[in-house]
């Protein structure tokens, strides 16, 4: 089953834009992380936050997490093209312990 | 240094036959956790080995079933192919303890007809 829901489904933005997406989830978590995947290829690891973070930034890459809420958010700055990819937040409850992914959203980043 | 290996990179298949996917981990990793994503849904936790044992299973039949060698690579094995078997078939490696996070595979596209 799936733990996060992210929101929106679809986001089509100007490149040049920021993309924010959302992404909620039901129990209690140790970490969760962001991934990409262009076309229906490998998840490439993004960014991880652990539970007792708030924030973290990783070069265009801003995440905020609310334990409080069960939720998170992934921003995206001065989007480009190649930004153009699905993108899932999963959450674990330990180290090596089984991520559980949300149905993603599908980011278009228009030149 | 090598990623994640997968192989085949697509595979198409009949109902009722049997599949057998491959996985060789990232350097230095000992965990691989396999994964089926259907389209337009996220990744579905299958199971992970350590240490050539079962460690943890997703909710999936025991249709699904896997190995890991000495060397660490694992197989994953489907019985008795169904048409919802279709799906993108990720492997994951992680390193000792899970610090450093996980490292995916280009996965494997398989298709039942």
């Known amino acids: 089953s799936q733990q996060g829901e992210e929101d929106p489904q679809a986001l089509s933005i100007q490149e040049g834009e920021n993309a924010t997406m959302n992404c909620s989830y039901k129990t209690s978590i140790n970490n969760l992380q962001w991934y990409r995947q262009n076309s229906g290829r490998g998840l490439v690891h993004l960014i991880l936050?652990?539970?007792?973070?708030r924030e973290k930034h990783s070069g265009r890459l801003r995440v905020t997490l609310d334990t409080s809420k069960k939720s998170s958010s992934l921003l995206i700055t001065a989007s480009r093209a190649a930004d153009t990819a699905s993108y899932f937040c999963a959450t674990d409850r330990g180290s090596n312990y089984k991520l559980t992914f949300g149905k993603g959203t599908l980011l278009t980043v228009n030149p | 240094d090598a990623g994640v290996t997968q192989s085949p990179t697509h595979l198409i298949k009949t109902r009722g036959q049997q599949v057998t996917l491959r996985c060789s981990p990232k350097?230095?990793?000992?965990?691989v956790s396999w994964y089926q994503q259907a389209l337009g849904q996220g990744p579905q936790f299958i199971f992970q080995?350590?240490?050539?044992?079962?460690?943890q299973r997703g909710n999936f039949p025991d249709r699904f079933s896997g190995h890991q060698f000495p060397n660490y690579s694992s197989e994953l094995n489907v019985n008795a192919l169904l048409l919802g078997d279709s799906a993108l078939y990720l492997c994951?490696?992680?390193?000792?303890?899970?610090?450093?996070?996980?490292?995916f595979g280009s996965g494997t596209r398989l298709t039942v007809v």
């Open positions: 080995y350590y240490e050539e044992e079962e460690r």
């Open positions: 936050i652990r539970s007792n973070e």
């Open positions: 994951a490696s992680s390193p000792p303890q899970g610090l450093g996070g996980y490292t």
């Open positions: 350097s230095g990793h000992d965990t």
